[in-house]
């Protein structure tokens, strides 16, 4: 089993910041991808941001320059999200996503809670 907490969402106003925490537990032997994605109301759930254990990167378009993603290397089970420059628009409930190999092989994709953002005057 692998256990996935994300925190730190909250209120802000626009042109406001927020650092996400996602930390990731259980029977994780290594861990190939770990990954932010969010759903606002009536929409889809989309990437918006993702590392790799290469510490390749790759943004949706609509959060680059003002989203930064990264993963703590003495831990490689927690990454973080730091958000700057919000907007309304990116409102929602944000999620932990991770890939990787459990302890006595199996390959497990795994989500966390949610965190909710909501961005507002």
């Known amino acids: 089993q692998v256990q996935l907490v994300e925190s730190g969402g909250g209120l802000v106003q626009p042109g406001g910041s927020l650092r996400l925490s996602c930390a990731a537990s259980?029977?994780?032997?290594?861990?190939?991808?770990m990954g932010w994605y969010r759903q606002a109301p009536g929409k889809e759930r989309e990437l918006v941001a993702r590392?790799?254990?290469?510490?390749?990167?790759?943004y949706a378009d609509s959060v680059k320059g003002r989203f930064t993603v990264s993963r703590d290397n003495a831990k490689n089970t927690m990454m973080y999200l730091q958000m700057t420059n919000l907007q309304p628009e990116d409102t929602g409930v944000y999620y932990c996503?991770?890939?990787?190999?459990?302890?006595?092989?199996?390959?497990?994709?795994?989500w966390g809670q949610g965190t909710q953002v909501t961005v507002s005057s």
């Open positions: 996503n991770v890939i990787g190999m459990q302890i006595g092989g199996p390959i497990f994709r795994s």
């Open positions: 259980g029977s994780i032997f290594s861990i190939d991808g």
């Open positions: 590392i790799t254990s290469t510490n390749y990167i790759k």
